[in-house]
């Protein structure tokens, strides 16, 4: 027969196959094979190119779908692959299906309804079935006619599924794609081909053209499959983990050289393409990870469990060490240099980055994973494996770094990956105590000039500040601040001009988190506040002092978390200072000045002779106009109300103060109203020294800076503490403490007969403090406690 036909004759031919598929059920003959055979071969001929009379739509309405799906089962004859002398028909029958659904949505259609695509995906299961276990360094062993059933048969579900949702939803179902995976991976491992010697000449050279393609079409099906609409879905789980982790190692420093005996000669056109195959699948499997981590808890579970159990967990596959080393010692393959021209291997070099990229973000969130702590930490072991090849890392680029030429740095992508990942577990104090301790000692390290300086990459620094806020805010005990403070941690962040730079929504997350590592550091530590407000004797830097920087950096940003938490830093400097107990008196009578006690004694009054000089340096009107202004803008949070309150009141028991808090009550500033926060209030502590984190907290920019949804006006601190002691109608309730607070700053600033200003301020308070008394009148407890210090303002105004 004839390989081609007229249009007409293929309607007839269809007819064909229908009346062979009932000759062979009565009497399966070889005869009648190789007539179906010939005559599929003729149609699926017939049927690559589309014409006016559309016989693609006629031939779909026949018998031809059911028929083609079950010569597909009668042809296995119960088997879970072909014998040989049915896999040259079976290919046939394929391409009719791959035809016959190729860019008609109607067929497809009608194929899914009739069971041929599922008899379709039966027949790949059965090669799938049969394979060993992962990973696969050699590529399966099939003779070539299998390679085209195989292949064939993926072609038929890629010409069924693309853009058709019905058919793509159905073989979700079937979970078709971890099938094409395995099978993918199985029969063409990339780099495989390098030193294949199972066959010569043109068969060696056709089956790697069949193996490449097979991987190809499968990659696209599976592609297909993760669209839903105008969607990309997550269609994969753990179990892929396995298949899509080995090819990684093909990409590993340093390469073997290339075998004398190689497949195909460098620079023909079958050794060019297949290096383009390789590199292709690592990018479809790094894409695969980065969006499993993101999407699975499951998964990021599992690469855990494996790291500890490879044999439990991925049938003896190391997933997580897979990526772990592609990340360390991925490379550029010396085949590339070859195959691409300079420009292409611009392009190449920067996709493997990229790949390197997606597998970074797959381990961060890996190990942002909060049941992960438990599995990838391991307190009696120095963290454990994990946590050693992370501060690993992060060592031996300080390392070499301080070896190296300022224009040949090393790579800093391992540091950003270890400092993310650690920064992740270091939640708690036992990470921190673990981290910051001999062996490990990461502070110092840290805080090099290789991490932290003006020059430092910004990814670079929010990792390690992300670092450093979570091991600061995870105790304020001293075996975690002290290591903190001895590697001067607080003059290298503000020596890293970090608080000085404009940029992008980038660079304010870096911001806050910077924020974030000081504000922690100043309420664990005085000395870390003397370090923040005071000139370094160390250096002879005109740089303004850190907190002037984060204060500029408050007063121009419109970014509302660096707004408040930038000033609670300021907060926590002053309640540091304020909270210390005072040394001994220099007048009182020393010790022998040959012990030991003689020379604490001379650091108790060097560090009393700093704490002056430094409360004496926030006597100024940054500091107490930030202050009044966090309490201003401040309405839907009590917790910062309060801290505002607290400081200010500690700020104006110093005769300089108090003038200065006065008038920062009274001045006006234009405030912007936000919607409600969707977030959850942070709970307010009964003690005004909470230093809880706010900055998960508050309306992000974004949600403040369009026109709807918002009102400018002018407002004052001392409208907003009015608006407090009333607590009616408020955007948010206020607690009997920090209403208390305010009346101990309304006494506070009346002691130190403040100024001129304190008539407006009585004007504007002695009402509400008077309604306080009515509306309280013969309370008990807390509210007690508000009635009472209500009262003493009222007496002390009256007898003034």
Not at 345 to 365: D, F, G, Y
Not at 453 to 464: E, I, M, Q
Not at 480 to 508: W, Y
Not at 644 to 661: C, N, W, Y
């Amino acid at each position: 027969m004839a390989t081609t036909a007229s249009q007409s004759d293929i309607l007839v031919l269809g007819d064909k196959l229908t009346d062979l598929e009932k000759q062979i059920r009565a009497n399966d003959s070889p005869e009648y094979w190789q007539e179906v055979e010939s005559t599929a071969r003729v149609v699926a001929n017939g049927l690559r190119s589309r014409t006016a009379a559309d016989h693609h739509t006629t031939l779909g309405k026949t018998a031809l779908p059911r028929t083609l799906a079950s010569l597909l089962n009668l042809a296995l004859r119960g088997a879970a692959t072909p014998e040989p002398d049915r896999a040259s028909c079976i290919v046939e029958v394929l391409r009719v299906t791959a035809n016959i659904c190729m860019d008609h949505d109607e067929n497809r259609n009608l194929s899914h309804e009739a069971g041929l695509l599922q008899s379709v995906l039966t027949l790949l299961e059965g090669y799938a079935e049969s394979l060993p276990k992962p990973p696969y360094t050699q590529a399966l062993a099939l003779s070539i006619p299998h390679l085209k059933v195989i292949r064939t048969a993926i072609g038929a579900l890629l010409n069924a599924t693309l853009g058709y949702d019905v058919v793509q939803t159905r073989l979700r179902s079937l979970q078709a794609h971890i099938t094409l995976v395995k099978l993918s991976m199985a029969i063409y491992p990339p780099g495989s081909w390098l030193d294949d010697a199972s066959e010569t000449g043109t068969d060696l050279e056709e089956s790697w053209e069949l193996r490449s393609s097979l991987s190809n079409w499968a990659w696209r099906t599976v592609s297909e499959l993760k669209e839903q609409g105008e969607e990309t879905i997550q269609i994969f789980d753990s179990d892929a983990l396995p298949y899509v982790t080995p090819p990684l190692a093909r990409f590993l420093a340093p390469f073997p050289e290339l075998p004398s005996t190689a497949a195909f000669p460098q620079g023909s056109d079958m050794f060019n393409k297949l290096v383009e195959a390789d590199f292709d699948i690592l990018e479809d499997c790094c894409e695969v990870l980065e969006s499993l981590c993101l999407d699975v808890e499951d998964v990021r579970l599992a690469l855990a469990r494996g790291f500890q159990d490879p044999d439990a967990e991925h049938s003896g596959v190391p997933c997580l060490s897979h990526m772990l080393d592609f990340v360390e010692h991925g490379g550029y393959p010396p085949t590339w240099s070859t195959t691409f021209d300079e420009a292409e291997l611009r392009q190449k070099q920067n996709a493997l980055n990229i790949c390197k990229s997606a597998v970074v973000k797959a381990i961060v969130e890996m190990s942002g994973e909060e049941r992960n702590e438990q599995i990838l930490f391991t307190p009696t072991d120095n963290g454990g494996p994990y946590v050693e090849r992370m501060v690993g890392w992060i060592k031996s680029f300080v390392s070499r770094a301080d070896e190296a030429e300022e224009d040949d740095l090393p790579r800093d992508d391992l540091v950003i990956c270890a400092s993310l990942s650690l920064g992740n577990l270091a939640r708690h104090e036992l990470e921190a105590v673990t981290l910051l301790s001999p062996p490990h000692s990461l502070a110092p390290v840290l805080a090099s000039r290789h991490i932290i300086s003006p020059t430092t990459d910004l990814k670079l620094k929010h990792g390690v500040l992300g670092l450093l806020k979570h091991m600061a805010q995870s105790s304020p005990s001293p075996i975690v601040h002290n290591p903190l403070a001895e590697a001067r941690l607080v003059q290298h962040i503000c020596d890293s001009g970090l608080f000085e730079d404009k940029g992008d929504a980038m660079t304010e997350v870096v911001q806050l988190n910077a924020i974030g590592v000081v504000k922690h550091m100043c309420n664990a530590n005085v000395d870390n506040s003397f370090a923040l407000v005071l000139p370094d004797p160390a250096t002879s830097s005109s740089r303004p002092s850190g907190l002037s920087q984060i204060l500029g950096l408050v007063k121009r940003s419109e970014n509302i978390p660096i707004r408040s938490e930038g000033t609670r830093v300021l907060v926590n400097v002053i309640k540091s200072l304020f909270s210390n107990a005072p040394p001994t008196s220099p007048t009182t009578v020393l010790p022998s000045p040959v012990t030991p006690a003689a020379s604490n004694h001379e650091a108790t009054i060097e560090k009393q002779q700093k704490k002056e000089e430094t409360i004496k340096a926030l006597q100024n009107k940054d500091c107490t106009s930030a202050l009044a202004n966090l309490i201003t803008r401040g309405a839907r949070f009590p917790l910062l109300v309060n801290e505002g309150v607290v400081a200010l009141s500690l700020l104006s028991m110093q005769a300089e103060g108090a003038p200065l808090v006065l008038d920062s009550l009274l001045s006006q500033i234009q405030v912007d109203a936000p919607p409600v926060p969707s977030t959850v209030e942070p709970t307010l502590s009964g003690s005004p020294s909470s230093s809880s984190d706010l900055s998960s907290a508050l309306v992000t920019p974004q949600s403040t800076t369009g026109p709807h949804g918002r009102s400018n006006q002018s407002r004052s601190a001392l409208q907003m503490l009015a608006s407090v002691l009333r607590n009616v109608d408020n955007p948010a309730n206020y607690p009997v403490e920090v209403r208390v607070n305010v009346c101990s700053l309304l006494l506070q600033v009346s002691r130190k007969n403040a100024g001129e200003g304190l008539g407006q301020v009585k004007e504007v308070m002695r009402p509400m403090l008077e309604g306080v008394g009515e509306s309280m009148r013969g309370a008990t407890g807390k509210d007690e406690m508000l009635l009472k210090a209500s009262r003493k303002v009222l007496e002390l105004w009256a007898t003034a």
